[in-house]
C-alpha cells in the first residue's frame, strides 16, 4: 500500500481557467477529506466524503468548488473560474471511518497557483 | 479569539535538545488530539493521536492532553536535525470528522 496519492503535484494556471485535482485514498478507506492550506496557516476543512456520500462542505467551498467521489474509490475536487485568491495547497486525507479511533492519513497535496 | 493558538515559532534548539511544543483552545467540544509533522512542501505526516486527559509516549514523542486547561502538549527527547520541521496540533469533535488546525510551530534543531 503506498497511501494517499493525488494528481497533480503542482498546477499553475491563469485566472479564469478551470482546474481538476484527483485524490486517490489508502485502499479500504471510506472515509476521505479535502483541506486547503495557505502559507503560514494549518490545513482548513473544505469536504468530506463517507463512500460516495458528501457529508458535509465548509462554507469556504463557494458555488465554484464542487467535489465528487462517484465511486467510493478516488476523489475529485474541481475550481471553475479560479482566482488568484484560490492559490494555495489543497490537500486529501483519508480514514478507515471508524467510531472510537479513526485516524486521517494525508497525501503530499496539490499546488495551485493562479496567475 | 480564535478556536486554536498556537505560538508560530520560529523555536531553534541545538540537537539532543528536548523541545516542548504547546497548543491551547477553547472548544470543549473537542475530544481527540492529534499532533502532525509538516515539512516544506509536504503533506502532514500523524506523530500522535489521543483521546483523554495524559500522556502518551511513542519512542521519542510524548503528547500529554489537559482538558480541563483546554492545553495540549508534544515533547520530543533528544532533538535530531531531521526533527526540523513545522509541527500542527489538530483537534477534532468526533472521531471520524474533520480536523481543525492549529497555524502551526516551526521547528529548527541545529547541529
Known amino acids: 500500500d503506498t497511501g494517499v496519492s493525488q494528481d497533480p503535484r503542482h498546477k499553475i494556471t491563469k485566472r479564469g481557467q478551470n482546474v481538476t485535482f484527483r485524490c486517490d485514498p489508502i485502499s479500504e478507506h471510506n472515509r476521505l477529506y479535502w483541506y486547503r492550506q495557505t502559507l503560514g496557516q494549518g490545513p482548513e476543512f473544505l469536504t468530506y466524503f463517507q463512500n460516495e456520500a458528501q457529508l458535509e462542505k465548509s462554507r469556504l467551498l463557494s458555488d465554484r468548488f464542487s467535489a465528487e467521489r462517484p465511486k467510493g474509490s478516488f476523489s475529485t475536487l474541481e475550481i471553475q473560474r479560479t482566482e488568484q485568491g484560490d492559490s494555495a495547497m489543497y490537500l486529501c486525507?483519508?480514514?478507515?471511518?471508524?467510531?472510537?479511533?479513526?485516524?486521517?492519513?494525508f497525501g503530499p497535496g496539490t499546488r495551485l497557483t493562479v496567475t | 479569539q480564535k478556536e486554536v493558538e498556537q505560538d508560530p515559532g520560529p523555536l531553534s534548539v541545538p540537537e539532543g535538545a528536548i523541545v516542548s511544543l504547546n497548543c491551547t483552545y477553547s472548544n470543549s467540544a473537542f475530544q481527540y488530539f492529534m499532533w502532525y509533522r509538516q515539512y516544506s512542501r509536504k503533506g502532514p505526516e500523524l506523530l500522535m493521536y489521543t483521546y483523554s486527559s495524559g500522556n502518551k509516549e511513542d519512542g521519542r514523542f510524548t503528547a500529554q492532553v489537559d482538558k480541563s486547561s483546554k492545553y495540549i502538549s508534544l515533547f520530543i527527547r533528544d532533538s535530531q536535525p531531521s526533527d526540523s520541521a513545522t509541527y500542527l496540533c489538530?483537534?477534532?469533535?468526533?472521531?471520524?470528522?474533520?480536523?481543525?488546525f492549529g497555524s502551526g510551530t516551526r521547528l529548527l534543531v541545529r547541529p
Open positions: 486525507a483519508s480514514s478507515l471511518g471508524l467510531a472510537g479511533t479513526d485516524e486521517q492519513y
Open positions: 489538530a483537534f477534532s469533535m468526533d472521531s471520524s470528522y474533520k480536523l481543525i
